[in-house]
């Protein structure tokens, strides 16, 4: 029993140390009014939250972003078999109007899911809203005073990754490597 409460433990202690969980701060229903509970973190880093939608909401998410730091965003909507609150979410910059990549369903589900890889270092918004029309889906106002009718709970997961530079100073040195090798046969 002992032994199976340690295993237990050791499951808990694993998950947690390997995604923490987050929750948001109403109201964050606009960039300027972002929530902070994935801000500043020190990438590598993944968090996953169960949050909401209610009619009309939008939830935004300050994130930091290193060039090079790979983020992967994707929600699970959890109501309805899985495809209500029907989402779509969108990363803006501090100052831009249109978004920087945007995505209404994903694969399968009526979630959504964002891949991108930063080309400069700053801070960047995660922008979730409920679908209400094709049109304008890249565009802040989209989100910013959205009127929807998308509610219930979905599942929010983010990682970030930095690039990784040692790596690809690995493939710079095999590269001069292989330039040496040639060079010398010759
Ligand atoms: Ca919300
Ligand atoms: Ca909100």
Known sequence: MKRLMTVALSAVIAVSAFAQTFSETEPNNTRATADNALYGLSAPWARVGVLSLSANDTDFFKISLNAGDWLTAII??????YISPDTVMALFDVSGT?????????????????QWQADATGDYFLAITGFHGTTGRNSLSYYEGASHNETGSYILTVSVVPEPASLIALGTGLAGLVALRRRKRA
């Open 76 to 81: 699970f909507p959890t109501a309805t078999n």
């Open 98 to 114: 249109t978004a920087i990549v945007w995505n209404d369903d994903a694969g399968s589900s009526f979630g959504s899911a964002i």
